[in-house]
């Protein structure tokens, strides 16, 4: 089994920026993407970014120039920069692993508990 654990959601006012943390624990041999999704209230979880140990990355179209994923292989860590943020980009961001290709929830195969984020306009 593989733990996740996230950091540093919070508050936040529109324009401002954020950086979550999300750090993998336990059977992480093998898991060879980390990435993030979110789920805003009423709709679907719907991926963020995801980047493979080989540095391949998948961005979603909203967050294209705006966020910027990062991942530290020895650590077992990925990093999401946040910058101009909006109030649209309010959600719950969940931490998400497992082997690429992963571009729906359903591919996703280890989550973390989730961190609030909500942008203020």
């Known amino acids: 089994q593989v733990q996740l654990v996230e950091s540093g959601g919070g508050l936040v006012q529109a324009g401002e920026s954020l950086r979550l943390s999300c750090e993998a624990s336990g059977s992480t041999f093998g898991v060879t993407a980390m990435g993030w999704f979110r789920q805003a209230p009423g709709k679907q979880r719907e991926l963020v970014a995801i980047?493979?140990?080989?540095?391949?990355?998948t961005v979603g179209d909203s967050e294209k120039g705006r966020f910027t994923i990062s991942r530290d292989n020895a650590k077992n860590t990925v990093s999401l920069q946040m910058n101009a943020l909006k109030p649209e980009d309010t959600a719950v961001y969940y931490c998400a692993a497992g082997f690429p290709p992963i571009s729906r929830q359903d591919q996703v195969d280890y989550w973390g508990q989730g961190t609030q984020v909500t942008v203020s306009s």
């Open positions: 980047q493979s140990n080989n540095g391949q990355t």
